[in-house]
């Protein structure tokens, strides 16, 4: 019973990041492909995410948003990007 559940748990994270090819980009990128619930999303677009099956101080991550005001985040970083508070 116990392998039908980790079987289970595997498929739902290669099915949750879109496929094997996103699990893998995932995956390489971060050492870590979580699957959780995601909880609220700020209005800079990042997704909060939880998942209570993970131990305390790792069931709780943040997935970075991709674009911000017309640039792209992983490329073209600086200090604009940043909004004044």
Do not use: C
């Not at 748990?9 to 090819?21: D, K, M, N």
């Not at 619930?37 to 305390?56: A, I, M, P, S």
């Not at 790792?58 to 640039?71: C, D, L, S």
């Amino acid at each position: 019973m116990e392998l039908v559940q980790v079987l289970k748990r595997g498929l739902q994270q290669i099915t949750g990041h879109g496929g094997l090819r996103g699990y893998l980009r995932v995956f390489f990128r971060t050492n870590d492909a979580k699957v959780g619930t995601l909880v609220g999303e700020d209005k800079y677009g990042n997704k909060y995410y939880e998942d209570n099956k993970q131990f305390f101080g790792r069931h709780r991550w943040v997935v970075y948003t991709t674009e911000m005001n017309g640039k792209n985040t992983f490329w073209d970083v600086d200090g604009s990007m940043v909004p004044p508070e």
